[in-house]
Nanobody, 115 residues
Framework: QVRLVESGGGLVQAGGSLRLSCAAS????????MDWYRQVAGKQRELIAT???????NYADSVKGRFTIFRDNAKNTVYLQMNSLKPEDTAVYYC?????????WGQGTQVTVSS
């Protein structure tokens, strides 16, 4: 059974930092591409960061230069380091992976950035 568990969200002031974690189980993590998405209420879920099994990364323009995705295969965990946070980063952040075409999501973690 695949399980993704996000943590690390919270309330932070604009300009601050947070680090999100996503602990994975039930997959061969080291060969899995992992994604971070975010969703604002009433809007579509947005892909913001991707890391491949070889640690190649890609970012949405909205977070490029401020967010960093990285992974620790020994801990089966992917992280999202978020710096210089803005109020518009307020959203629920989700971890995602799609092994063999199946789509798995975590429960999400709320990030709120106050101005």
């Amino acid at each position: 059974q695949v399980r993704l568990v996000e943590s690390g969200g919270g309330l932070v002031q604009a300009g601050g930092s947070l680090r999100l974690s996503c602990a994975a189980s039930g997959i061969i993590f080291s060969i899995s591409t992992m994604d971070w998405y975010r969703q604002v209420a009433g809007k579509q879920r947005e892909l913001i960061a991707t890391i491949t099994s070889g640690s190649m990364t890609n970012y949405a323009d909205s977070v490029k230069g401020r967010f960093t995705i990285f992974r620790d295969n020994a801990k089966n965990t992917v992280y999202l380091q978020m710096n210089s946070l803005k109020p518009e980063d307020t959203a629920v952040y989700y971890c995602n992976t799609r092994p063999l075409g199946n789509n798995y999501w975590g429960q999400g973690t709320q990030v709120t950035v106050s101005s």
